[in-house]
């Protein structure tokens, strides 16, 4: 929290409000809990490995205990990242109370506006501790990127802490994306710096290899040692826990619904195996039956995504696993008494279908995924509504136009580049999920807080220069 103990503040607000939280609400068991109680191979080792630590210190009452660690978590993570933005950017206890405001808004607005309503801190899922962790990570990449050190400390800290994030969650690979092109960035920047105090700015290959010296190569073998520590780290889980050498099973047959969903009967004829054709053929046809393909949805980009996500779970569980079970015990002889092994196969029947099928699918198939992100990008920032989606647009918009102008303007300023990694991670976020699953609002407003965060700071500094150019 630094020297400043006006930061106690805020830790008392949020010791307060989770606290009450707490103290309100009983542990929320959700539709994931018993996958992670039961450390199956459809799901991260973090999460049910801390449930697993907890269930050590208390058979009974573990999930009390989790509830109580992640109010814990939420209390100190934001408090550390209020202290943060409080140190970095000056800020005084009117703009600091603004912001611990908008930091509890995802809080607020998924219990209120969300259909389950949940208490993240009292739900028995990773978005319970997640949520809090998030902007910390955030935080860590800032600090990063404005240390200007493409690989250091700072560097090392936040892969490490993105690391984590994704054992817990899948969809936070997508910050190690992120934190490459940050680092790119920043060596390209270091390196034209050098580039131009040698008096070689013209000469390319010189420019390349200071590039080079200057991060890139250590940030490339960075992320390709996060990647492969990752999977070596949940298949040796899995086979600690399961006796299997797997990765995460599941995905596959999540992004195979989507394929489902958008494809016409006659796209079997390109699937090779008889069997497979078959089967691909009574998933099709039962579906279609109950009108759960991209042809019955109605008109208008979000109304066309909200009808994408009614049906994807029912896709994905129902008219594509339930066939797809009976299938593999038909064809391999793994039934349910052999769970997590089924489930492996039907995720191999699934990456088949979508292989030989996306060809013929690929245009369809783009054209409901870029309803589906634009969906995403909507609840990101707001809530879905038709007004609320070209506020949206709106935001956006204004949000990468101050951004260019605050960097011609005022080089190296914050608040922009602080929006620029927002706005890259939204993007990234989005696009990435919507790949695998419909974009529901737990999963998309992570980058709430901080993009307000951000556009407040930009905000100001705007009107800092021209208060500066009318004096």
């Known amino acids: 929290m630094g020297k400043d103990k006006r930061n106690l503040i805020f830790f008392g607000i949020f010791a307060v409000f989770f606290g009450a939280l707490?103290?309100?609400?009983?542990?929320?068991?959700?539709?994931?809990?018993?996958?992670?109680?039961?450390?199956?191979?459809?799901?991260?080792p973090g999460y049910a490995l801390l449930i697993q630590l907890l269930r050590l210190f208390s058979p009974e009452g573990h999930y009390r205990l989790l509830t109580a660690l992640q109010c814990v978590t939420a209390i100190a993570a934001n408090t550390v990242v209020i202290a943060f933005f409080r140190r970095r950017f000056d800020l005084g206890l009117p703009f600091s109370f603004l912001f611990a405001a908008?930091?509890?808004?995802?809080?607020?607005?998924t219990p209120v506006f969300s259909s389950t309503h949940l208490v993240l801190t009292n739900a028995l899922m990773t978005e319970g501790i997640l949520f809090s962790l998030y902007p910390l990570a955030v935080v860590s990449l800032l600090d990063m990127m404005w240390s200007e050190k493409p690989v250091g400390k700072e560097s090392l800290r936040t892969i490490g802490l993105f690391f984590l994030l994704s054992l817990v969650r899948g969809q936070m690979m997508v910050l190690f994306v992120v934190w490459f092109l940050v680092v790119y960035v920043m060596a390209v920047k270091n390196a034209?710096?050098?580039?131009?105090?040698?008096g070689s700015g013209l000469d390319t290959f010189?420019?390349?290899?200071?590039?080079?010296?200057?991060?890139?190569?250590?940030?490339v073998a960075v992320v390709v040692i996060a990647f492969a520590a990752r999977a070596l780290v949940i298949r040796t889980y899995n086979y600690c826990e399961q006796g299997l050498f797997v990765d995460t099973a599941s995905g596959k047959a999540m992004s195979f619904a989507n394929v489902l969903y958008v494809a016409e009967r006659a796209d079997g004829a390109a699937i090779a195996d008889d069997g497979l054709r078959e089967l691909f053929y009574e998933m099709y046809d039962t579906a279609d039956a109950d009108r759960m393909n991209v042809k019955y949805a109605p008109s208008g980009i979000l109304d066309k995504a909200a009808y994408h996500e009614r049906c994807h779970d029912e896709l994905n569980f129902t008219y594509f696993a339930e066939p797809a079970k009976r299938y593999v015990g038909e064809r391999q002889g793994i039934y349910t008494d052999r769970y997590q092994e089924l489930m492996i196969a039907i995720d191999e029947i699934a990456e088949q279908l979508s292989k030989q099928l996306m060809p013929e699918v690929a245009v369809r198939y783009f054209l409901n995924y870029i309803n589906v992100i634009?969906?995403?990008?909507?609840r990101t920032v707001a809530y879905e509504n038709p007004l609320l989606s070209w506020y949206a647009?709106?935001?956006?918009?204004?949000?990468?136009a101050l951004t260019v102008w605050l960097w011609r303007k005022r080089q190296g300023g914050r608040a922009a580049s602080f929006m620029a990694v927002v706005l890259l991670t939204i993007a990234g976020?989005?696009?990435?999920?919507?790949?695998?699953?419909?974009?529901?609002?737990r999963y998309m407003i992570y980058n709430l807080p901080l993009f307000y965060m951000a556009g407040m700071l930009e905000l100001r500094e705007?009107?800092?220069?021209?208060?500066?150019?009318?004096?």
Do not use: W
């Not at 634009?374 to 909507?378: D, E, N, P, Q, R």
């Not at 647009?393 to 990468?400: K, N, P, S, T």
């Not at 976020?429 to 609002?441: D, K, R």
């Open 374 to 378: 634009a969906l995403g990008f909507v």
């Open 102 to 109: 908008v930091l509890l808004a995802p809080h607020i607005m």
């Open 462 to 471: 705007l009107l800092r220069i021209r208060q500066r150019k009318a004096e």
């Open 192 to 198: 034209m710096k050098k580039t131009d105090r040698t």
């Open 429 to 441: 976020n989005v696009c990435a999920t919507a790949l695998m699953i419909q974009c529901i609002s």
């Open 22 to 44: 707490f103290l309100m609400g009983e542990p929320v068991y959700t539709g994931d809990t018993f996958q992670y109680e039961n450390q199956m191979v459809m799901r991260e």
């Open 206 to 219: 010189q420019l390349a290899e200071n590039i080079a010296r200057h991060g890139l190569m250590a940030a």
């Open 393 to 400: 647009l709106f935001v956006y918009m204004a949000a990468a």
